[in-house]
């Protein structure tokens, strides 16, 4: 029987065309390599799956209708078995990286797999744009919260959940703050003093204690605008579905003031 997977998935996109010429066109398959199989399963099965009396071309049969049709309803069964298999080997420990920007949301998305899996430990660390990257494409990182795609790939899991502005202070200009990935994408550097932190928890208390010039990120909002950074959360082509299907489905509006 296992022999006959092939031939029976052949025959139930076959049966959706009028009859074996136009069926041979989308299944893949020259007319008589489609026919071979068919007489395979004729002869498997003592049934007849085509009307081959039909003067110009033959027809499908009511069995060959039924045949395929029982072998597409337990195809589906055997991936839906096979899908609540894998979701139910649900990690217990997952990695995550954020911009520091973004830890609020990422710490309330946390909670939510903790709440709702048997997720026990989340590693999270905090880098700048280029070294939260650089480690996503490494491996290191299962899922990271970010303000852009990284690279030009297109990720099998990746959602936006909102819109970041980078909100401009202008309170001293004897100093010049900003991060290192800012720092770095400079084409000319400021004149003044410069005070560089990959932390946005130093950055925010440089601005507090001593004024400067830079910028620092809003809370999420959904308001897109021509100066906004969508925020997304993307994970690994290899992440767990159902944590993947916790993440997608959780109301982030209710966040995003």
Same mark, same amino acid.
């Given at each position: 029987?296992?022999?006959?997977?092939?031939?029976?998935?052949?025959?139930?996109?076959?049966?959706?065309?009028?009859?074996?010429?136009?069926?041979?066109?989308?299944?893949?398959?020259?007319?008589?390599?489609?026919?071979?199989?068919? %007489?395979?399963?004729?002869?498997?099965?003592?049934?007849?799956?085509?009307?081959?009396?039909?003067?110009?071309?033959?027809?499908?049969?009511?069995?060959?209708?039924?045949?395929?049709?029982?072998?597409?309803?337990?195809?589906?069964?055997?991936?839906?078995?096979?899908?609540?298999?894998?979701?139910?080997?649900?990690?217990?420990?997952?990695?995550?990286?954020?911009?520091?920007?973004?830890?609020?949301?990422?710490?309330?998305?946390?909670?939510?797999?903790?709440?709702?899996?048997?997720?026990?430990?989340?590693?999270?660390?905090?880098?700048?744009?280029?070294?939260?990257?650089?480690?996503?494409?490494?491996?290191?990182?299962?899922?990271?919260?970010?303000?852009?795609?990284?690279?030009?790939?297109?990720?099998?899991?990746?959602?936006?959940?909102?819109?970041?502005?980078?909100?401009?202070?202008?309170?001293?200009?004897?100093?010049?703050?900003?991060?290192?990935?800012?720092?770095?994408?400079?084409?000319?550097?400021?004149?003044?003093?410069?005070?560089?932190?990959?932390?946005?928890?130093?950055?925010?208390?440089?601005?507090?204690?001593?004024?400067?010039?830079?910028?620092?990120?809003?809370?999420?909002?959904?308001?897109?605008?021509?100066?906004?950074?969508?925020?997304?959360?993307?994970?690994?082509?290899?992440?767990?579905?159902?944590?993947?299907?916790?993440?997608?489905?959780?109301?982030?509006?209710?966040? %995003?003031?």
């Amino acid at each position: 029987m296992d022999t006959l997977h092939w031939p029976l998935s052949v025959l139930s996109r076959a049966v959706h065309f009028k009859n074996l010429t136009g069926a041979s066109a989308h299944v893949g398959l020259s007319q008589p390599q489609l026919s071979r199989l068919v %007489a395979q399963l004729e002869k498997e099965f003592d049934v007849t799956l085509l009307d081959r009396t039909a003067k110009r071309k033959s027809a499908w049969t009511p069995a060959a209708f039924r045949l395929a049709e029982v072998y597409s309803q337990n195809s589906r069964k055997l991936q839906s078995s096979i899908r609540e298999v894998l979701e139910l080997q649900v990690p217990t420990h997952i990695h995550v990286g954020t911009l520091e920007g973004l830890s609020s949301l990422a710490l309330t998305v946390i909670h939510r797999l903790y709440q709702h899996t048997k997720l026990q430990i989340v590693e999270l660390d905090v880098f700048d744009q280029n070294e939260l990257e650089e480690r996503f494409f490494n491996g290191d990182f299962d899922v990271i919260f970010t303000i852009r795609t990284p690279g030009k790939k297109k990720f099998k899991h990746q959602l936006e959940v909102g819109q970041q502005t980078l909100e401009s202070i202008s309170t001293n200009n004897d100093f010049s703050v900003l991060s290192s990935f800012e720092y770095g994408r400079l084409k000319k550097k400021p004149e003044n003093k410069t005070f560089i932190s990959n932390s946005l928890a130093l950055r925010k208390s440089w601005f507090s204690q001593f004024g400067g010039v830079g910028q620092m990120p809003s809370a999420l909002h959904k308001n897109k605008g021509r100066d906004t950074l969508p925020v997304l959360i993307i994970a690994a082509d290899t992440f767990n579905e159902t944590l993947w299907h916790i993440i997608s489905q959780q109301n982030f509006n209710s966040d %995003a003031k």
